[in-house]
Structure formats: structure tokens, C-alpha cells
């Protein structure tokens, strides 16, 4: 039963195998700060990951590889996550006096009731969360599984960069965990309900996150690469050219009223989807505020335009805010990749369990 939702560990770099990179994060404590001790993002090749699944293991392994060089950290051990939609989680109730061994025994017994998937197809971890509500002789407890492949699509990209995946976590629950970093400085607080939009390359997911705990997720494909495929097309340019100049700058003065300003009109519209679905199948229908991640967060003006058309308040993902730096980490770098390191915080900070 590999740790999916995982026991306590010793150092973890956090590592995020995204669509079209992978990101690693390592972090120590001192005193009651988090410090960044190294951070690096390394471009994957193309279709390496499609939709969150890995295809090309060697091409993942080998960036992992040279992202670790790059990086230099102190570690070999990394937590990594999986993408919500590969995961089936469930709450149910067991008695609590048992041990985790009679735990894990109950479990495997009565698997077939909670998983639609045979045993030895799946991994499957589960997490006491607390007291049952309804029984102070129960606990409730939360089962997370996923098919095998995915585990060690994972593994095995990690093996071929000389590394361990000590924690398999799952995406969500990282995104949560970085969030609790940021929460004291959002202006609802930690009381309100946030909507984390993670817009990613080619997916865009919807957390809802409620008293600090994730309420709803919605995964939709939409993301930055429409944008970098658009350069690439109207300019004559190649995939690799088009999402360079993308983010460093240089495209022709009809870029912004031609190209750019549509994208972020169609990111407005994917945000007020994902929202109505959220209301529609929830209680509620509204949100105190909405929080952007991911590489395609850091489009500028992009925060303003979506708090425009909504009329919420937003703000850009930074789970660096309260941290300090390791003397090597560019300052500068790390604040604009910061909304797209959420995931590999979250992965990170599983070291501090």
C-alpha cells in the first residue's frame, strides 16, 4: 500500500510533473519561518504529459534529471501528486479503537464496496480525519486510490533521475495545503469561501476551498498553450519560439488588442463556467474570493480584468509571501513563477507532516 496521503517523512522536495514542465520545491524550517532552500522549473518535451498522464516516461525522467543539476538540492527523496480525476476518495466510518494494521486489514476487506476497480489494479492509502460526527465511538476516515499505472508512471520517471517518490499525493490536497499559507492574507480570511483557479497549460481546475478544507474540485482542458498555439500560429513561429516570446517579451504591437486581450476574455468565460457549475451543484452561490494559480495567473492585467467582469475580489497566488530565501534563489524568478508552484508547495510541506 504505497503512502498516497502518506506517514510522517524527512525531507521531501516537492516535485509537480505538469504538462509542460515539471517544477521542484524544497523547503526547510527555521524557527517558525518556511525558507526556500532550492527551487528550479524545467521545460518537459512536447506531449511528454497529455492531460495529466504521463506518456513519454524516459523524456519526464531525463528533465527531472536535469532539473535536479540545475537545482542542486539536498535531497533524493520527493513527494509527488497526481491529478484529481485519477483519484477516487471517500469518507467512511470505522471504529476507533482500532489500530492502523486492523484499519488497513477492514479496508482491503471491504475495498470492493467503496473502489469500482479490482484490488490489485489499484494503489489505496487511507488517513484518519477525525471523530464521526454522528458517533463518538467512530472515526471518520478518508480513502484515496488510484489505478497502479498511475503510481508508477510517477515512480519511474523519478527512477530514471535517480530520485525515490516517497509520498504520492494528490493534487487537491497539495493545493490545499499551500493555500493554508496564504489564507491569513486574503481579505475574507480564513473564514471565507475561495475559489483557486489553477490555470495550468492545458487545464484549468476549479478549487473551491471552505474553512480552510477543499468543498468542490472541477477539472475543464483549457489553458495557456491555446495562447502559445495562437502566437504560433498567427506569427509564423515554432511551438518552443512562440512560448519564449510569450513570456519574455518581443511580439509584433497587434499581439495585445489581437491576441492577448481574446485569451483573457476567454479565461473570464472558463472562470464564470466553472463557477456556475460550482453554484449549480452546491448550496451555494457565491464567493468571498477568487484566488489565481498557475503559469497562466501571471499574464499581467489578468487579475483586473476578472475582477472587473465577476465583481469579486482577486488576487495572484504567492505561497512565498511569509518565506525567506536561501542566499542562491533568485528573488525575482521565484515571485513570477510563485502562482505556478502552488502544487509543489503543497508537495513540499508534506517534509513538515
Known sequence: MLPFLGKKNASLLGLDISSTSVKL????????????????????PQNAVVEKNIADVEGVGEAISRLMAKAKPRTKNAAVAVAGSAVITKVIEMDADLNDDERESQIRLEADQYIPYPLEEINLDFEVIGPSPSNPERVSVLLAASRTENIELRADALIIANMTAKVVDVEAYAMERAFGLIVDSLPCGADGTVAVIDVGATMTTLNVINDGKIIYTREQLFGGRQLTEEIQRRYGLSFEEAGRLKKEGGLPDDYEPEVLKPFKEAIVQQVTRSLQFFFSSSQYNDVDHILLAGGTASIPGLAEIVQEKLGTAVSIANPFV????????????????????????????????
Open 25 to 44: 520545491l524544497e523547503l526547510s524550517l527555521q524557527g517558525d519561518r518556511y525558507r526556500v532552500e532550492s527551487y528550479g522549473v524545467e521545460p518537459l
Open 322 to 353: 511569509h518565506m525567506s530565501f536561501a542566499p542562491q534563489i533568485n528573488a525575482a524568478a521565484i515571485s513570477n513563477d510563485a502562482p505556478a508552484l502552488m502544487i509543489a508547495c503543497g508537495l513540499a510541506l508534506r517534509s513538515f507532516d
